[in-house]
């Protein structure tokens, strides 16, 4: 079964320090990969996907294919990045989304 | 060009009521979900549409029905609403075929007391 995984609820880190999210996936064959961010009380929005190798916001996620993740990190936090951050996997054809549990991040100034 | 919307935005309900929710988008996409957003749960799909008169069951689907009459709009209906089914409810679409982004409406807040 197609699954992902976003081990942490709650990330706290202080501002100025780098960040990791974690997401892991399970899926057969090479899903394409999709960073989503929810900032407070506001529709989901695009933040980054693997296809396009872009950096948003200062943004960036690699995809290993062995170890079946696609973290996504920012080397120096800013307060206005504290959000809901989803991981979503995308199989293919009319396969939805799947979206992981999410993590919060919270920066501390 | 406002994208997805959704209608409507806060819905207050007792149990056993009914009730639909309306989201509309105006990019011509062909599929369509609905998600709801609980804490710790994250966004699970409840329903979804790969086009015009079509639908299928998500993760979660007991307890809602959908209807996709016309492309641009996707109905939730809830037949007799239960204090689980309080959540946000997210609207979604994207384009046919592809890793293509899903575009998001702003929430239904539903508490069915």
């Known amino acids: 079964a197609q699954r992902v995984t976003q081990p942490e609820k709650l990330l706290s880190v202080f501002k100025g320090a780098p960040v990791e999210l974690k997401c892991n996936y399970s899926?057969?064959?090479?899903?394409?990969l999709f960073w989503y961010v929810q900032y407070s009380r506001q529709r989901l929005q695009l933040l980054l996907r693997?296809?396009s190798r872009e950096s948003i916001k200062g943004f960036t996620a690699d995809l290993n294919k062995g170890e079946t993740s696609f973290h996504l990190k920012k080397p120096f936090a800013q307060e206005e990045d504290s959000a809901m951050y989803y991981c979503?996997?995308?199989?293919?054809?009319?396969?939805?989304?799947?979206f992981g549990k999410g993590t919060r991040l919270s920066v501390i100034a | 060009n406002a994208g997805v919307t959704q209608t409507p935005k806060f819905r207050v309900l007792k149990t056993g009521q009914s009730m639909t929710l309306l989201c509309a988008q105006d990019m011509n996409h062909e599929y369509m979900y609905w998600y709801r957003q609980d804490p710790g749960m994250g966004l699970r799909l409840i329903h979804y549409s790969v086009g015009e008169g079509t639908t299928a069951k998500g993760e979660v689907p007991d307890g809602y029905n959908v209807s996709r009459l016309k492309k641009q709009n996707f109905l939730l209906g809830l037949e007799s609403a239960a204090p689980s089914q309080t959540s946000v409810y997210f609207c979604?679409?994207?384009?046919?075929?592809?890793?293509?982004?899903?575009?998001f409406g702003p929430g239904t807040r539903l508490t069915v007391l």
């Open positions: 899926y057969s064959g090479s899903p394409e």
């Open positions: 979604a679409s994207r384009l046919e075929g592809g890793p293509s982004e899903q575009f």
């Open positions: 693997h296809i």
């Open positions: 979503a996997p995308w199989g293919s054809g009319n396969t939805p989304l799947v």
